[in-house]
């Protein structure tokens, strides 16, 4: 079992920078893949970036590509977001997602988050 929990949301201005942090307890986070998605209200959650359980391997939506900063810190059980150049249209929650499968389909992974609020203000 892996329970996260997330941190770092907040509301900026157009063109600032957030950092969010997934904080992991249980023992198998370290060897698990983990991702970020995001949702707004009324759309399925969307793929943001993946992350492979050592850390070396990345993949990221194209809108968040060059952006957006996907990391993963086994030592201290957390995973991290680093978000620059935030745009309005990346307005949503943001949850962060634990499995087996190194995916960008939300439906694969099997432990979440509650999810932070994001908010970017033009």
């Known amino acids: 079992q892996v329970q996260l929990v997330e941190s770092g949301g907040g509301l900026v201005q157009a063109g600032m920078s957030l950092r969010l942090s997934c904080a992991a307890s249980g023992s198998m986070f370290s060897a698990y893949h983990m991702g970020w998605f995001r949702q707004t209200p009324g759309k399925e959650r969307e793929f943001v970036a993946a992350?492979?359980?050592?850390?070396?391997?990345?993949k990221y939506a194209d809108s968040v590509k060059g952006r957006f900063t996907i990391s993963k810190d086994n030592a201290k059980s957390t995973g991290y977001l680093q978000m620059n150049n935030l745009k309005p249209e990346d307005t949503a929650r943001y949850y962060c997602?634990?499995?087996?499968?190194?995916?960008?389909?939300?439906?694969?992974?099997?432990?979440w988050g509650q999810g932070t609020q994001v908010t970017v203000s033009s």
């Open positions: 997602a634990s499995g087996v499968r190194y995916n960008t389909n939300y439906t694969q992974y099997n432990y």
């Open positions: 992350v492979t359980w050592d850390g070396h391997s990345t």
